[in-house]
């Protein structure tokens, strides 16, 4: 399956401790601010920042003090492992979503005036009050400029499309907003993680590149006046990093110029299937001379 690339290198992207504490945020409690919060994390996918991106991913996950204060340090600690767990479905969900609708993608948020009426697992018992669920419906369509303005500002969506909705609960959690659960189920609903369940699709996600460093357009091609593409096999280790790049097709001379470009690249989110890491190979090209 050819991927489309989106970007190069994000060394960093193999994350710190998913609960690393965030420096406090100024994200206002309100629709409005939360709209704010996730269309930042939008605007780095489509302009491919990948460090700012990881950045905006990590400002949505829970803290990990706010585990052990809220239901002390023994059921807390299972609950943040339990919730890694989701985080990483939001993360994937959010990404390939994005990547589904390309650059011209727009995104628009609605606040639920009622919490989805789903039977959830009851809350674990807590040590201190749980804070307000907050319920968000997110639409991605395409956006035509027509000078009007709304709440997401001066682009009307004219005709959706096909597009996609997508549904989670969030908390607002030391300055920010936090991904507390997908639809209507909070993050320690073992629902969807019965036997076979969240394999019932078991479709490989994941693997957009970001960041893309463009291959050096080697001094004697460009003498020669060589041109054309250099087409790989690019096999993509459990983390998101490249482990080997197999030239396929394309001129000798800049072969190796494309090797070393994708080598530095970075996959992210990894790619997985079944909610488990893997290692697969992906078809890619390079155009010289570089864009």
Known sequence: MRLSVLGAVFSLILLPPLFAEQPPQTIEDSRRGFDKQYKGMFSDFRTS??????????????????????????????????Y???FEKFKYS??????AG???????????DQEPKLVTTPAPPSLLPMPSIEYFKIEYGRAAHTGQETFGGPDVVLDWG???????????????????????????????????????????????????????YPDDAR???????????????????VKEVEVVSGNPLLADAARQAAMQWHYFPPFRKCSQPME??????????PH
């Open 49 to 82: 920042r990948g460090f700012e991106l990881k950045q905006k991913f990590e400002g949505f996950a829970i803290p990990s003090h706010w585990f052990t204060e809220v239901f002390g340090p023994g059921l807390g600690t299972k609950l943040a492992d339990r």
């Open 84 to 86: 890694s767990q989701e």
């Open 94 to 99: 959010t990404v390939n979503l994005f990547a």
């Open 102 to 112: 390309g650059a011209q993608l727009a995104t628009y948020v609605w606040k639920l």
């Open 162 to 216: 096909s597009n996609a909705i997508w549904k989670g609960s969030f908390i607002y959690v030391d300055g920010a907003f936090r991904f507390f659960g997908l639809e209507g189920y909070p993050f320690w609903d073992l629902k969807d993680d019965e036997p076979g369940a969240f394999c019932a699709d078991a479709r490989v996600q994941g693997g957009q590149i970001v960041d893309r460093v463009e291959p050096v």
């Open 223 to 241: 003498r020669k006046h060589i041109r054309g593409v250099v087409h790989m096999n690019v096999r993509v280790a459990k983390d998101g990093s």
């Open 280 to 289: 697969r190979i992906s078809t890619e090209s390079v155009k010289f001379p």
